[in-house]
């Protein structure tokens, strides 16, 4: 069985921090894109940041300069790690990746996470 686990939300003061990290597990061929995506409330869920297998990196424009998606292929774990927080990043955030894996090859999501940064 294959499974994106994430882990590291929880709540924050605005202007504060928060790291997020999901690991792809199971009988996993490769790893092309990994991703986080996140979801408010009465929102559509929405592209946060992506990081290819070779280290390119893409980004929201609302996010840029304050979160960094890094990725470790050899754990194949991505990571997302958030700065100057503020109450509109609040959100489910899922991770997601482009598995080729023993049983299929396509898009896996992670559970979801919630963030939530309030004072």
């Known amino acids: 069985q294959v499974q994106l686990v994430e882990s590291g939300g929880g709540l924050v003061q605005p202007g504060g921090s928060l790291g997020l990290s999901c690991a792809a597990t199971g009988s996993i061929i490769s790893i092309d894109t990994m991703g986080w995506y996140r979801q408010a409330p009465g929102k559509q869920r929405e592209l946060v940041a992506a990081i290819t297998s070779g280290g390119s990196t893409n980004y929201a424009d609302s996010v840029k300069g304050r979160f960094t998606i890094s990725r470790v292929n050899a754990k194949n774990t991505v990571y997302l790690q958030m700065n100057s927080l503020k109450p509109e990043d609040t959100a489910v955030y899922y991770c997601?990746?482009?598995?080729?894996?023993?049983?299929?090859?396509?898009?896996?999501w992670g559970q979801g996470t919630q963030v939530t940064v309030s004072s």
């Open positions: 997601s990746g482009r598995l080729s894996t023993q049983y299929r090859a396509g898009i896996y």
